[in-house]
């Protein structure tokens, strides 16, 4: 199969009105660690008493000192937003106060322990989606999480060190972000913070370094820390050209296809997400409906993992397209060809030898009649995560 062509491309009127918008909102950094452990809290807080010092008004809207008095003692003289006190199951839980920090309108709001899942009934299910709304309001944010809760990572970080991160946060967050500063720490120094107890309270050490601290772990997720800050200053580099009017080089885009209940979506879409951001271009996510998935014949239980689907490739920051055909291959090729598509990623199944003799399947014909597309098939026994 053939390389893409690339192409230089000239702003749209689409470019400028994000301009715009973006004028409107406010500014995005993240501190990225590989661990718990690496200073993200550190670092916010100083920065938070360096900028009160030149007198930016600034408060936290959420700080999580894990009882670090050394933490804690930076927190002291810095306005705190009061957290909202939840009862959830007879247990009060407590949460940023959203509807406060926006009230309170700082300049600047540090928001900790973005990838976390707020208690069910919150205006948000997400504290990232919290961050957006402060980010709408002109509120800039000064935030912090771990390279294992990006989204597109999961099935790869699952997969090298058998940890299942449960909490994830969809890339086109990570996107968004205007300043991204790595924490880096040599594994050797984080083991020696853990082991001093800087990190964890002593009972739970060895329980740590048996599991997630593992050395292999550790070197594993730095490695990917490092690569994703360095592949998302590259795509801020683009995308800062890209509004300010400077023509840039980019690659044609990537499409996902997705059937009416795959059963590893979610590999497909993570897939998907890294080999976009990785190119620096936009990517769909398509579906063919054939006539026997019609809405009035498909079961109950496919369409919800069709629905369940599709919002989390919106959430990945896919653009979703339905098509309606008796041919999927041909529609997806049609569609690939018509929009500037240079990359297909399908999952690989396997029919029964008697279909085989039958008919093609839809990879097999996308193999045959797609000269001048690159055709990636994920195979799923290497991919771990479940639809």
Excluded at 124 to 152: M, P, T
Excluded at 280 to 290: A, I, K, L, Q
Excluded at 295 to 318: C, F, V, Y
């Amino acid at each position: 199969m053939t390389a893409a062509t690339t192409t230089a491309r000239r702003p749209t009127a689409q470019d400028f009105l994000e301009l715009v918008e973006r004028g409107k909102r406010g500014r995005l950094k993240l501190y990225i660690g590989f661990a718990a452990g690496v200073g993200k809290t550190w670092r916010m807080l100083e920065e938070a008493r360096a900028l009160k010092e030149r007198g930016v008004d600034v408060v936290l809207a959420y700080i999580e000192t894990h009882g670090r008095a050394e933490t804690a003692a930076l927190v002291r003289d810095l306005e705190v937003v009061p957290r909202s006190k939840v009862e959830y199951r007879g247990v009060v839980v407590e949460e940023m106060d959203l509807d406060a920090a926006i009230a309170r309108r700082p300049q600047v709001a540090i928001v900790d322990e973005i990838p976390h899942t707020n208690v069910p009934g919150s205006k948000n299910r997400k504290r990232f989606q919290d961050v957006l709304d402060l980010l709408a309001q002109g509120i800039n944010v000064i935030g912090a999480l771990n390279i294992q809760h990006l989204e597109s990572l999961n099935d790869l970080i699952q997969r090298n060190t058998a940890v299942a991160v449960r909490e994830t946060v969809p890339d086109s967050f990570l996107e968004q972000a205007d300043q991204v500063v790595n924490l880096d720490l040599a594994v050797e120094d984080l083991l020696e913070r853990l082991k001093g107890g800087k990190i964890y309270p002593k009972e739970k050490i060895p329980w740590a370094l048996e599991h997630f601290f593992r050395d292999q772990n550790l070197a594993t997720l730095r490695e990917l820390s490092l690569r994703e800050v360095a592949e998302s200053l590259d795509r801020s580099a683009a995308h800062a050209a890209k509004l300010g009017g400077t023509p840039s080089v980019t690659t044609g885009r990537v499409m996902v296809c997705l059937s009416s209940n795959p059963p590893r979506a979610l590999a497909l879409l993570r897939r998907g997400s890294r080999m976009a951001g990785r190119l620096n271009t936009d990517w769909f996510v398509v579906y063919v409906e054939t006539p026997s998935e019609a809405p009035d014949r498909i079961a109950s239980e496919t369409q919800r993992h069709l629905l369940t689907n599709i919002e989390k490739a919106r959430e990945l920051g896919a653009e979703v397209v339905r098509l309606k055909s008796s041919e999927p291959a041909r529609a997806i090729l049609d569609f690939a060809r018509s929009h500037r598509v240079s990359d297909i990623i399908v999952g690989h199944t396997e029919l029964p030898s008697w279909r085989r003799l039958i008919r093609r399947s839809v990879v097999q014909r996308l193999v045959d009649e797609g000269a001048g597309l690159d055709l990636h098939i994920v195979s799923f026994e290497s991919e771990g995560g479940h639809a």
